[in-house]
């Protein structure tokens, strides 16, 4: 009741409400869906449990009935059958059709989320022990100056209401929505992963290699994410925060960095 009470307050007073895609308690499926490659991931994920569930009955079926079928007080003089031609042709044919059926959808997903479509804006981010930091290398301003900061984890004494324990940063990345931006993705010192789940995104940061991915945010909000290699002690202390925001938004944000 308190809870309701307190929800509404919020509600009451809060001006705006921004979606924050991060874990629920005891969630079990995936987080909210805010990019194309994201959405495919999840369709995919549906196709397959479709095998998984055909699979798994008929193999439960056919071990039920051979225990129920094949044991010694019902059947005491065994057959001398040990191999039979047909039968182990269609047990390995039949499987190696399904998995071709699966691949198709796979690899065209797989390919779509490696395209890099005519990117707007390019972002580099880089890992480091423990932070990230990120690189706007598309501007600069009067003297000649791009913008780039870190972004470090907020810790728990210095939480706010509201906010979420282990995950908000103090400088998040921004983006604009309906925009295709490219991420290049690298490390200063040793592995880490920048990983977002919302948005479907899951890349290596190596230390001396450049890696890619590409963002289309569909709707405005607060992503979150995590690294997702193990870096040294404080692995779990290095969040990720994408605001994606609309553009006109966006470029005023850039102007204000710019002019700092
Ligand atoms: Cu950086 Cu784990």
Not at 94 to 107: N, Q
């Amino acid at each position: 009741m308190i809870f309701i009470f307190i929800t509404y307050l919020h509600l009451l007073f809060d001006n705006f409400i921004v979606l924050n895609d991060n874990a629920e308690y005891w969630q079990i499926g995936f987080q909210d869906p805010a990019t194309p490659i994201m959405e495919g991931i999840i369709n995919l994920h549906h196709d397959l449990m479709f095998f998984i569930c055909v699979v798994s009955i008929f193999v439960s079926w056919m071990l039920g009935r051979t225990l129920w079928h094949f044991n010694k007080l019902k059947n005491p003089t065994s057959s001398s059958l040990t191999h039979g031609t047909l039968i182990e042709i269609i047990w390995t044919i039949t499987p190696a059709i399904i998995l071709l059926i699966i691949a198709i959808p796979s690899f065209s997903l797989l390919y779509a989320m490696d395209e890099i479509i005519s990117p707007a804006i390019t972002i580099k981010t880089l890992g480091h022990q423990w932070y990230w930091s990120y690189e706007y290398s598309d501007y600069f301003n009067k003297e000649d100056e791009s913008i780039s900061y870190d972004s470090y984890m907020i810790p728990e004494e210095d939480l706010e209401n509201g906010q979420f324990r282990l995950l908000e940063v103090d400088n998040r990345m921004v983006i604009p929505i309906n925009t295709h931006v490219r991420v290049i993705v690298s490390a200063a010192d040793v592995l880490h992963s920048w990983a977002v789940p919302s948005l479907g995104v899951k890349c290596d940061a190596i230390p001396g290699r450049l890696n890619q991915i590409s963002l289309f945010i569909k709707r405005e909000g607060l992503y979150y994410g995590q690294c997702s290699e193990i870096c040294g002690i404080n692995h779990g202390f290095m969040p990720i925060v994408v605001e994606a925001i609309k553009l006109p938004q966006y470029i005023s944000w850039i102007s204000n960095k710019l002019n700092e």
